[in-house]
């Protein structure tokens, strides 16, 4: 058993690529979940700042009608 694991000369190289590998997928599965928080602030910030200027394009209309 102690064998297959050191794999011959090659056990370091091996394991250590399937635990970077491991690293890498776990990064790549978790990163999109962490942008999303973000995303989602920043998108409700421009909606905000959207809504913000159509309330006073709209005020200025009425004013210039009146």
Wanted: proline share 2%.
């Amino acid at each position: 058993m102690l064998e297959m694991l050191q794999m011959g000369k090659y056990g370091a190289y091996v394991w250590s690529s399937y635990g970077l590998a491991l690293l890498i997928m776990g990064y790549v599965a978790i990163k999109p979940l962490m942008d999303k928080k973000t995303i989602v602030k920043e998108l409700m910030m421009k909606y905000r700042r959207e809504e913000h200027h159509l309330a006073n394009v709209q005020q200025e209309n009425k004013q210039e009608q009146s």
